[in-house]
């Protein structure tokens, strides 16, 4: 297996545009979580879902954050409009459904906001 | 609410020398402990964990972990460090029948001297 496949790897923007990062979970897992990593507050969990259904999204920051999963393959974490004080890496993760299981993460989406 | 805490923003250690890096953690029921590490743009790579059982538990690269329940602790340890050890160390708790979200402690980064 590839592994938790996140694209882009960087991204630059302008402040006021919008942002898609994306996700492709490990087949057959039935998690899904958002990570943005910062030098400040280093690891905060955005959002999870389970099934492609959206359990907790209480770390989300604010209303121009917003996640999906449509299917059980593909998640993205949209920003719009993006400004930048959401500079950071974000990460995505999956696992399996077992409880005792860890999580396995990709490689991370530098985004850079200017 | 579940919380972890890594009391040590940096440790360092000569190569060939025992590490320890600290963790404690908060639940209100049994947790499930982790530890990742993360290397420079790379994403968190799982080392080892604790479910129940033995308290001292095995990992990769020759790292192992000790559950202490009445100190609340987690501590990860390798009786030899080497300099590619040197990396950012994350411990991370997730409660066993609450909930599904895993909470990352704050990072200390190890770096071993030769």
């Known amino acids: 297996d590839a592994g938790v496949i996140q694209s882009p790897r960087h991204e630059v923007t302008e402040m006021g545009q919008e942002v898609t990062l994306r996700c492709k979970p490990i087949?057959?897992?039935?998690?899904l979580f958002w990570y943005r990593q910062t030098m400040m507050r280093g690891l905060e969990l955005l959002i999870y879902f389970n099934n492609n259904v959206p359990i907790d999204d209480s770390g989300m920051p604010e209303d121009r954050f917003s996640a999906k999963m449509p299917n059980a393959s593909f998640s993205t974490l949209k920003i719009q409009p993006s400004e930048p004080r959401d500079s950071a890496v974000y990460f995505c993760?999956?696992?399996?459904?077992?409880?005792?299981?860890?999580?396995?993460f990709g490689q991370g989406t530098r985004l850079t906001v200017v | 609410a579940q919380s972890v805490a890594q009391p040590e923003d940096q440790v360092n250690v000569a190569e060939g020398n025992p590490l320890t890096v600290k963790c404690t953690y908060s639940v209100s029921g049994n947790p499930y402990l982790f530890w990742y590490v993360q290397y420079p743009n790379r994403g968190l790579q799982f080392l080892l964990k604790y479910i129940t059982g033995d308290n001292l538990v095995k990992g990769s690269y020759g790292f192992e972990a000790e559950f202490n329940k009445s100190q609340t602790s987690f501590h990860l340890k390798k009786p030899s460090a080497l300099v590619s050890d040197s990396a950012l160390y994350f411990c991370a708790v997730r409660e066993s029948y609450n909930t599904d979200k895993l909470i990352f402690g704050t990072g200390t980064r190890l770096q071993v001297f030769p």
């Open positions: 993760a999956s696992r399996p459904g077992q409880m005792n299981t860890e999580a396995f």
């Open positions: 087949s057959g897992h039935d998690y």
